[in-house]
């Protein structure tokens, strides 16, 4: 990929071949979607491509979920079925990282994800997803976490045990190997 955050022709093509292949793989998780609608907006949206890529290539496999109520737009979320392997180890957010005096991670989640385009999934979203499937089955993903818990040095995460989503809370600051984040990208 080039340095200006923009993907040449070949690696769009290949994109947007994975991506509608996934689709149509997983149809139970956009029953009433279009893949033909959905390409062209991304064609329209070219901007949109690297932050799918940088899902893509760190273990994401983004897939279309649903469409924004409020917007219309439509959302891709990381479907893989564990925690991507391309974002775990990493505590919560800049402040948790900065906090640690032993032991850092190489990165934040919050962090990684702002420099990759997208959003960490919150707990609705979640719910969503797990609602597709059953995802974090071995491992779990930070969540966006709301500021009265980040306030007292806490973050969330989630995971899907004994049959069913569970929300649990950490130090931001915590970090494990199999604690990632899937986001969210809106197009």
């Not at 979607?33 to 496999?61: F, R, V, Y």
């Not at 180890?89 to 948790?96: G, I, K, V």
């Not at 702002?114 to 089955?137: C, K, P, R």
Request: aromatic share 10%; glycine share 8%.
């Amino acid at each position: 990929m080039t340095k200006a955050k923009k993907l040449n022709t070949e690696e769009t093509i290949t994109l947007l071949n994975t991506l509608q292949k996934r689709f149509e793989t997983n149809t139970n998780r956009h029953p009433k979607l279009n893949w033909e609608e959905i390409q062209a907006k991304l064609e329209a949206h070219p901007d949109k491509l690297w932050p799918l890529q940088q899902m893509e290539t760190s273990g994401g496999e983004p897939d279309v979920v649903g469409t924004d109520e409020k917007t219309g737009q439509y959302l891709f979320y990381d479907c893989a079925p564990e925690s991507p392997k391309g974002r775990r180890s990493l505590c919560y957010d800049r402040q948790a990282l900065e906090d640690r005096k032993k032991f850092k991670p190489e990165n934040s989640a919050i962090d990684l994800a702002e420099e990759m385009g997208i959003q960490l999934l919150n707990e609705a979203e979640y719910n969503h997803l797990q609602s597709l499937g059953e995802f974090d089955t071995k491992t779990s993903s930070w969540l966006k976490t709301p500021k009265e818990v980040r306030d007292q040095g806490g973050a969330i995460f989630g995971d899907y045990r004994f049959g069913r989503v569970f929300f649990y809370h950490n130090g931001a600051s915590s970090y494990y190997a199999a604690r990632g984040f899937r986001g969210c990208l809106k197009i």
